[in-house]
């Protein structure tokens, strides 16, 4: 796939986030769900702020999986 790939899954406290999601290169992608759902959490571990399981590809450059985790400033 060209676009993001992202799967993530773990616990933060009392907060459990379990969720995937494609977003085809070139088009635009939405991220929407009730207060809580985990829109921001799936959106800051994309972006190498928060580590969850999981796995997270641009193209077909790894960003992160059970063996890689690139910090932000790695990530394109």
């Not at 406290?13 to 070139?26: H, I, N, Q, T, V």
């Amino acid at each position: 796939m060209n676009g993001l790939a992202a799967a993530f899954r773990g616990q933060r406290g009392g907060f459990g986030l379990d969720a995937s999601l494609e977003a085809p290169a070139g088009m635009t992608t939405a991220l929407f769900g009730p207060s809580g759902a985990g829109k921001t959490s799936v959106l800051r571990a994309i972006a190498g702020l928060d580590r969850f399981e999981g796995r997270c590809t641009l193209g077909d450059t790894v960003w992160q999986d059970e063996r890689l985790f690139l910090p932000p400033s790695a990530r394109a």
